[in-house]
Nanobody
Framework: QVQLVESGGGLVQAGGSLRLSCAAS????????MSWYRQAPGKQRELVAT?????????????SYADSVKGRFTISRDNAKNTVSLQMNSLKPEDTAVYYC?????????WGQGTQVTVSS
């Protein structure tokens, strides 16, 4: 069983910053992708950012972002602690959503419970 616990959400004014964190615990196999998704009211859940371990040999990472957050958000991970973070800068009201942490390991696909981010104009 894998548990993901997100933290760092809250209310912020437009132009402000927040940092989300997600800690994974439990029986975790080799983690491949770690991602953040978000879901705004009345909308489908969308992928915000992914950070992927590229290979077992090089253990390098690559990251990708939704066009709407490129240049404003940065995803990072700590493999030793099984954590993934999302630094969100220059926040906009349209970033308001529940943000979900997701990891994919050899055991499957795992989700956190979500953390609310609200950006006021």
């Amino acid at each position: 069983q894998v548990q993901l616990v997100e933290s760092g959400g809250g209310l912020v004014q437009a132009g402000g910053s927040l940092r989300l964190s997600c800690a994974a615990s439990g029986t975790i196999f080799s983690i491949n992708d770690m991602s953040w998704y978000r879901q705004a009211p009345g909308k489908q859940r969308e992928l915000v950012a992914t950070i992927r371990t590229s290979s077992a040999i090089f253990r390098g990472t690559t990251s990708s972002y939704a066009d709407s957050v490129k240049g404003r958000f940065t995803i990072s991970r700590d493999n030793a602690k099984n954590t993934v973070s999302l630094q969100m800068n220059s926040l906009k009201p349209e970033d308001t959503a529940v943000y979900y942490c997701n990891i994919v390991d050899a055991g499957g696909d795992h989700w956190g419970q979500g953390t609310q981010v609200t950006v006021s104009s």
